[in-house]
């Protein structure tokens, strides 16, 4: 989970990396994202259109197991993030890391 982390942390200072729900669904529904993540704790609601869109989209989410206060944290940010969407990873390896936790059933969405 360490490297996920830090992988995360890296993409939000290198990549093109937007925070919080409202955006991702809207990013979501333009098939944007490479990747969304999503705190353990994203209330049902915002988590089960996240994943309708992701769906549509053909784009991965993984399921940070972690708090939003977590993820906050992870992504240097002083604030709850329930969700956020990749759409360019930087100079981190985030995309083909989370790929393969999921392959390895690490946290499915």
Do not use: W
């Not at 089960?48 to 992504?75: H, K, N, Q």
């Amino acid at each position: 989970m360490q490297e996920i982390e830090r992988q995360i942390r890296m993409a939000v200072e290198t990549g093109d990396v937007v925070l919080g729900s409202n955006q991702t669904i809207k990013l979501l529904k333009l098939g944007k994202p490479k990747l969304v993540i999503v705190a353990a704790n994203c209330p049902a609601e915002i988590r089960e259109d996240i994943e309708y869109y992701a769906e549509l989209a053909d784009v991965p989410v993984f399921v940070y197991p972690g708090t939003s206060i977590d993820l906050g944290d992870v992504c240097g940010r002083p604030h709850v993030v329930a969700s956020m969407a990749v759409l360019d990873d930087g100079e981190s390896d985030l995309i083909a890391t989370i790929r393969k936790a999921m392959e390895e059933g690490a946290a499915p969405s």
